[in-house]
């Protein structure tokens, strides 16, 4: 930035942003700046800029203030209360409030990542063209259409090594060579923004926080590929993404980004927003054409593939919001320097959601590549509460999950796979030694099951025995053959299902036996659950020995269950529990059993 | 108590008026693939997807009604019955899950008297749970219409519900 540059206020307006009050926030500093004539007492102008989301959620509001004196200081927890005396110290008086700035965590949180993708994502305001330009908007586009062939722009992506970031890892210039080749003048281009898989918030992030970079990739794309059609399919779940995003689609259109002879460079290009309608299959490829089409949403067999036969009958190509987010950066940057970053099978950077039981949770970007125990202990500040880590899970209801031991492999396709996860979208679930392994299992396997399409019997039929069983362990009546009727049966499930649903669904339990195979055995031959989670085999009692006598369960009881006087051991009335399990999460000393 | 919404339901059906529902349907009639942003469109208009629209959208798009009822019970947005004025989501995706998101929906269930997808009798709540909300940073997360809360716990389930109680039902 230059040095007569205006004082800039940047306030994160993600949904985390907003759901913790940053309109009010904004709302404050617009106010105060006005009232107390601030322009005129610095002899600067001052904007406020609200941005997308920064990925420490946790920590909202933050807001940034960039002065030409003290450059960047970002403050966070921010509220409207405080606002106008940020607004003295800070930007009138000039002195940084050392009291109220983000601890240092922050900085080894930001600085520890690595940002090509997220570049955008809370810096500029995700509705503004012209802030959107300034950072080299479109310029990639143009590059492409003045200097390169659509071939040429093929196998530049391919050069790269871009890969799918939807889960599947196909790589992304191969999967646009294949819908080139087909056939026709008429081909859509879909960018699949249905992120169902919960614990992962990325792509959502990335339509909040920069739009226009999504529609840029997906431009690049369309004229490499030769489509003027493409379909966003976004959750219904996600409304300030869909609204941002059509506000940008909106300005592309009056600025002549979109629609016919694109600024005249001949090539013509028109976007339009489906809302999906709560319906994880969706985020399948051929269960997100038929819901586009007005089906049902159910996956078909491939062969034919959607780049042959795809969107009522066209050729179409389908890639990920986070793959689009890539493009325009190997375009700009080219693809040498792409394929230098992560490793030999994964290039460029991944973006993780980081969740559970760890002390920041948040959207994290980071070369591909990164250990996972780097992520989680030196990005995310390592697990919260003082308790220790258990197992990671990575890749939502198709993935599994990694224990400690594991826990230096890195985040990329192969080694995830070979680790029994995979990487999915990139949500990472931390849990800690209270979280029960089989009680994770049947939670994702209960998902799995509710969202199953019921085309295909194996996926349907298979999951709900699974989840039987799964649900007579939890509850003690497990018997010891279970084990390996679970392990038969996902087997089966994975050959035989019609999509990537069915054919995952397993793995969260598979992986679980694998590595935590004794959580099972004590659940079944001792009716007990070592973590103390599944509510059945809980004996709702205070251990003595590990008491310390501090009264946290008993705050944390809604029904006066526990007894406690200062100083004395707690007791826990069994008749009065209603068995909600909050005094075992409010104890920090694991004495409640 | 399903009796109880199904009575109502079949009372309010002639009240619906239809020229909402043929506006929604002038708009898309032309576009490939119009039966889900019709769908969408009545159900944000209705709040429900009453049968005499889903006959009118059948009669005026050309499908059988059989398929919008295939696609109403498929997709979890759409809903046949009315709803509730004020509709409590919360989450139970993988973070909320694993940081007691299950004791959140329970002691809703027993504050309300209703299960998952259920609309009390006085049309004041409807209960649902969700796949992530995206939010994870703030789990277990629970939402009231718009409003979020975060980092519930079973004493704040009291204190929505006791503050939502007092609100207006119009």
Known sequence: MSENAAIKILICQGTGGISMGAKEVEAAFVKHLAEKGVDALVGKRCDVIKTGCRGLCANDVLVD???????????????????????????????IMEKRKAKPYYNTFVDKQMRVVMTGCGQIDPDSLDAYKEEDGFKAIEKCVKSMKPEEVIEEVKKSGLRGRGGGGFPTGMKWSFCKASPGD?????????????????????????????????????????????????????????????????????????????????????????????????GEETALMASIEGHRGMSRPRPPFP????????????????TFGNVRHIINKGSAWYASLGTETTKGTKIFAVTGKVKHTGLVEVPAGMKISEVIYDVCGGIANNRKFKAVQAGGPSGGCIPA??????VDYDSLIKAGAMMGSGGLVVMDETTCMVDVSRFFLNFTRMESCGKCVPCRIGLKVMLDILERITEGHGEISDIETLQDLGAAIKKASLCGLGQTAPNPILSTINYFRHEYEAHINDKRCPSNCCKELLLWQVVEDKCVKCGACKKACPVDAIVWEKGQLAFLDKEKCTKCKSCYDACRFMAIE | MSEAVAQQTTEQEPEIDLSLANKIIDKYIDMPGNLMPVLQGAQDEYGYIP?????????????????????????A?????????????????????????????????????????????????????????????????????????GSMTVQKVDQIVTDYNQRPLK
């Open chain 1, 65 to 95: 203030i960039i002065t030409p004196e003290q450059g960047r200081v970002t403050y966070d927890f921010v509220k409207p209360e405080e606002v106008e005396q940020i607004i003295d110290e800070h930007i009138v008086n000039k002195s």
């Open chain 1, 186 to 282: 008429h081909k859509y281009l879909i960018c699949n923004a249905d992120e169902g898989d919960p614990g992962a918030f990325m792509d959502r992030s990335l339509l909040e926080g920069d739009p226009y970079c999504i529609i840029e990739g997906m431009m690049i794309a369309a004229y490499a590929i030769g489509c003027d059609f493409g379909y966003v399919y976004v959750r219904a779940e996600y409304p300030l993404a869909v609204q941002r995003l059509q506000h940008a689609i909106d300005v592309c259109y009056e600025q002549g980004y979109l629609g016919k002879n694109i600024q005249g460079w001949g090539i013509n290009f028109d976007m339009r927003i489906k809302m999906g309608a709560g319906a994880f299959v969706c």
């Open chain 1, 307 to 322: 780049a042959v036969r795809g969107l009522w009958g066209y050729p179409t190509n389908i890639n990920n919001v986070e």
């Open chain 1, 405 to 410: 031991d594991i826990l230096d492999t890195p």
């Open chain 2, 51 to 75: 049968r005499a629209v889903a006959d009118l959208i059948a009669e005026r798009l050309n499908v059988y009604p059989s398929q919008i009822y295939g696609v109403l019970t498929f997709y």
């Open chain 2, 77 to 149: 947005q759409f809903h046949l019955k009315p709803r509730g004025r004020f509709i409590i989501r919360v989450c139970v995706g993988t973070a909320c899950h694993v940081q007691g998101a299950p004791r959140i929906v329970e002691t809703f269930f027993d504050k309300l008297g209703i299960g998952h997808a259920e609309t009390t009798p006085d049309l004041r709540y409807t209960f649902e749970k969700v796949a992530c909300l995206g939010a994870c940073g703030m789990a277990p997360l629970a939402m009231v219409n718009d409003a979020t809360y």
